[in-house]
């Protein structure tokens, strides 16, 4: 869950910065953080696309996670994914249609019927609380050399 928090510094978003990782054999497989859509300007740039209280100018984080690893060739199925949030329903179907088998979250976000139907497909829910990575002032530290 530590890596997801570092992996969530890197998104493009200020509301919310998520992280995510997918494991599977004890390997790292797969990362992701929310972000804009490849060639498009980062919200943190030029402000937010909202709607109904969301910015929707950016891919999920367990979206871009499931993205790259498609992109490399790297197999998810059977994998776990742990995440610095809970997924959005959105991001919860594409994360039991990619055949991950466990969620990890560290803290819960806006969508009960994930915990429902996680349980009627037999994927496994689990909250771990996150470690205490200062996100945003990690995010806007400067590189130390």
């Known amino acids: 869950m530590s890596i997801a928090q570092v992996v969530a510094t890197r998104s493009t978003c ?50 871009n996670a499931i993205i790259q690893s498609a992109r490399n060739g790297v197999v998810i199925e059977g994998a776990d994914i742990y995440v610095t949030a809970s997924p959005c329903w959105n991001c919860f179907k594409q994360i039991a249609n990619a055949g991950i088998r466990r969620i990890c979250y560290g803290e819960f976000y806006r969508d009960n019927r994930i915990f429902e139907i996680a349980a009627k497909i037999g994927i496994e829910l689990v909250h771990i609380p996150l470690p205490g990575v ?11 050399s």
């Open 14 to 63: 200020p509301r919310k910065y998520v992280g995510s990782v997918i494991v599977g054999k004890r390997t790292i497989l797969s990362t992701g953080y929310n972000g804009s859509i490849r060639g498009m300007p980062h919200c943190s740039d030029v402000g937010h696309m909202m709607e109904d209280n969301h910015c929707v100018a950016t891919i999920h984080a367990e979206a």
């Open 134 to 144: 200062n996100l945003p002032a990690l995010a806007s530290e400067p590189a130390k």
